[in-house]
């Protein structure tokens, strides 16, 4: 047993877990209430701090008042994660919810690594819970058994003879009690973890935590407005910062005029960087005046120069459509070409996807003081990849990362746009402090995150499919043409864990759910020097809208339904002949509605199954769709937050409207056209449907959710406008002339 005392009247004993280098504690601290407190929060993550104790990690911390401390991994940012990780834990341990206190974890990805991103602290993809879930459930319960046996030699009994009811350790037999917090006191702690095996974990049946609706214990501070974004935080002495980064990326400044900026009162300095200049103000107002008043002309080295993306479409379609040109493989099964030469039918189409804006409510920004000798750092921000944010300040600082002190905030939306490996918004706050040795607090504007953005790449999607004389699929052919994603974004993954293929593009291209027995999915890769992004659903959102509204369309030839063509695929995946079941059902899906249209589409997403059905009438004079009513059917294995799950689908629809009818930017001369939620048109209150989601808990591991339902909405709206209109929908977003021209087609 190691005792310590990070702070007064703390002591602490600790033992590692598993080969995997997980660590959990005992920890005996004061008592807290609530979610856990800055200090506490601060001086756990003091302990933890990499370099400082590196022996000190723990998951799990018990206070002898019984308040049970547990280490969230993931970044907060709407989706729940705070709560259902902790609850995972809890729900082994057996832990009286209302004692638990989370804490977020330090930056550690020996520690805290998500399984899903090779050990990365990361937190993307819907994979927090689904990545995290079996290791945390055997954490909890190693927790609970070391309890237990702690209790056994107080008592001189079998631990066979225990159990436990919510924080307490239970003799039957003789009637005696222990509470968490009592054991806490006296727990001597194994040199050795003890092992659990899967069979030992609780049976669903047996949750008591999980399955049920508890308070996400993010939410109070966001009503009552307490909750901390990195926007919010402040420090002594504290300057603000503000970035005018080239608009082309890749290029610098030429020519500077910046005595406008330097006039403007409250500006500290105005600083050149590789990549534009920096203003340091007083006052946030004084150094975004500053930036606005630069004159800089700038270089054109950079290969996103001229591009325009109303042209690079068609040549986007061509790549695609060039049979003679092969693809980088993604999905391959059977022989495709093969089957596509011996059909009786072959059918073709294309759909294309503009490029999209991440529109998180919270702008990017970040607060960095760096030490008067340039040798450490503090940081305060929210970001998704809490690790590659330490070593991206430690490498813009040329300093070790255990001299990076890292504060984890609240994220004010995600989706992405704060998980690139460079952590570029977080090395602007760097380079600042660096400047002038005090804390700078630096804030794109929405003009900045739009103008500097990370897209969701432009993409054609050429398919084919062949049918045999009985109008059966037994061919189907994927060409993805669209900008190289991943290797920009975060080439350490493209390279490593990802085996350079494009992931983030290509995924949703594969329709290994349904039955086709030869397939074939591939990316033609498009080298454009624009700057690109995972976004929300990734390429599942474009991937998906062409693979189902061209199933759509198949249907229509084929002259079946396109709910009895889905059944007939998904023959061999009874899940997802239920949530078809099920949407079709809860949406009357058979009824006429006079002037609307319903379209359906299935997904497969990271083995949560989901189908939708959207209801929409169209404006022939205008050419706007509206969507009256959309319904959702969601198998997620295991739902661990019922209406949390509910809530994060609902989200996803809306999200996936603005993808589907009117999220779009635009290129001219390499430069974006949009600026601010005036022009990137995101959707209002008006435009939201009535939402109908179904939840189907299955008692499988647990799935993502939070992104799931996006990828869904796009081609049942696509198919929705079909069957009220008969004009098809082949490009994304369908602004009002688009409708128009397909009308008039």
Known sequence: MNEMSPQAGMTRREFMVGAAGLTFGVVLLPGCAGLATTE????????????????????????TDGSIYIQSPAAEMGQGSLTSLPLIIAEELDADWSKVRIVPAPPSDRLYGNPAFGG???????????????PLRIFGAQVRRVLLENAARRWAVPVAELSTEPSVVVHAKSGRRLSYGEIAAFAEIPAKAPEIKPEALKKPSE?????????????PGKVNGTAEYSIDVQVPGMLYGAILRAPVEDSAPAQIDDGAARAVPGVVRIVRLPFGLGVIAETPWAAFAAKDALKVTWDRRARGWGFDSDRAI??????????????????????????MAKAATVVEAEYRCDYAYHAQMEPLNSLASVSPAGDACEIWVGSQGQTMAVTAVAKALGIPPEKVRYHQTLLGGGFGR???????????SVLLSKEVRRPVKLMWTREDDVRNGRFRPMSAHFMRAALDASGRIVAWQHRLACDWVTPYMDPVRYKGVFKEVDLIAVLGAEIRTYDVPN?????????????????????????KFATEAFLDEIAARRGIDPVELRLQLLKNTPRGQAVVKAVVEMSDYRRPRPGRGLGFAFIDYSATMLAGVAEVSVDRQTGRIRVHNFWVAIDPGIAVQPDNIVAQTESSIVYGLGLALTERITFKDGLVQQSNFYDYVVPRMRDVPEMHVKL?????????????????????VASAVYAVTKARLRHTPFIPE?????LSA
């Open 207 to 219: 949750f008591r935590l999980i399955g049920k609706d508890v308070m996400r214990v993010d939410l």
């Open 120 to 134: 990365l602290m990361y937190t993307a993809g819907s994979a927090a819970v689904r990545a995290y879930f079996q």
């Open 738 to 742: 688009r409708v128009l021209a397909a």
């Open 40 to 63: 506490s929060r601060n001086a756990v993550l003091a302990a933890a701090t990499p370099g400082s104790a590196p022996a000190f990690n723990p998951w799990v911390s018990i206070a």
């Open 519 to 543: 397939r074939m999915a591939e990316q033609l890769g498009q080298e454009t020097g624009i700057r690109t992004s995972a976004l929300r659903g990734i390429g599942v959102v474009a991937n």
């Open 314 to 339: 068609a040549r986007y379609s061509a790549a695609a459509r060039d049979l003679k040109t092969a693809g980088k493989p993604w999905d391959k099964v059977g022989d495709a070409p093969g089957a």
């Open 418 to 428: 704060r998980g690139h490996r460079d952590e570029e918004f977080v090395v602007d």
């Open 696 to 716: 189907l808990s299955t008692p499988n591991p647990p799935t993502g959710v939070g992104q799931m339902a996006t990828p869904l909405v796009t081609p049942a």
